[in-house]
């Protein structure tokens, strides 16, 4: 009858209800374990394990690294700019004594390019000793000796003009060499200038000084009336 497919269909239903509630009951009881251990701490517990993974290193803390002490001028820096005031200084005075040597034995043209070279020299001076001042260097000018002057030859000034040249060279590379050593960047950008014109310096008098060797007196006399022509337009280098 219908009232007996009624009661058994209802009594299948509570069978598969409690085979159900069963097999699922262990299931249940660890995800209430789960949550009660979120609500306990152990979602911190679970993020630390992570960091310690390195799951979140993207989110660790920013630790500075150590920056590397500045370095100020050294004493063995300072000590050879104050001395290469004097040393131009004392090239200014040397170029002078060839120019009156010059002079005195009627080159004109080397006696005026000796001349304006020594005004350059004395220049160089000035911008060294301007640009310590502007940078707090301390500056002690030397007694400077009297110039060479008892030259018997042309040839003879132009070759200590020529070893003047390469020995201020010298100086100023030890000059850049001891601001690198002390990170003095900006000592060695604002020697960059002399080097190059250290550079032409020594080319310049080093082929005035092939021309001087042997050169008859005629030869002499075009190369002098030559100097004397760049001198005058100021542009000898």
């Given amino acids: 009858s219908l009232a007996g ?10 069978l598969v209800l409690l085979l159900v509630a069963t097999a699922w009951a262990p299931s249940v009881t660890a995800f209430s374990a789960y949550l009660s251990q979120l609500s306990s701490g152990g979602a911190a517990a679970n993020v630390n394990g992570a960091n310690r993974a390195g799951v979140y290193d993207n989110h660790a803390p920013y630790s500075p690294q150590p920056t590397a002490p500045r370095v100020g001028p050294s004493q063995e820096m300072l000590d050879l700019i104050s001395k290469q005031v004097s040393v131009e200084l004392m090239a200014s005075q040397t170029y002078m004594s060839a120019s009156i040597w010059f002079r ?23 911008e060294i000793l301007e640009f310590a001042m502007k940078s707090h260097f301390p500056i002690k000018l030397e007694q400077l000796p009297a110039p060479t002057a008892d030259w018997t030859t042309p040839d003879q000034v132009w070759q200590d003009i020529l070893r003047l040249e390469e020995n201020n060279t010298q100086n100023l590379l030890k000059i850049a060499a001891a601001a690198n050593a002390c990170q003095q960047f900006g000592v060695m950008a604002f020697l960059d200038p002399f080097h190059m014109e250290q550079v032409e310096a020594e080319d310049k008098v080093g082929n005035i000084l092939a021309k001087v060797r042997g050169a008859s007196g005629t030869l002499l006399q075009e190369l002098d009336h030559q100097l004397g022509q760049e001198a005058a337009q100021g542009g000898h280098h």
Avoid: I, Q, T
């Fill in 104 to 126: 005195s034995r009627e080159f004109d043209g080397m006696a005026a390019w000796m001349l304006e070279e020594s005004d350059e020299e004395r220049g160089h001076g000035k």
């Fill in 5 to 14: 497919v009624a009661v058994v269909n209802v009594f299948v239903m509570k």
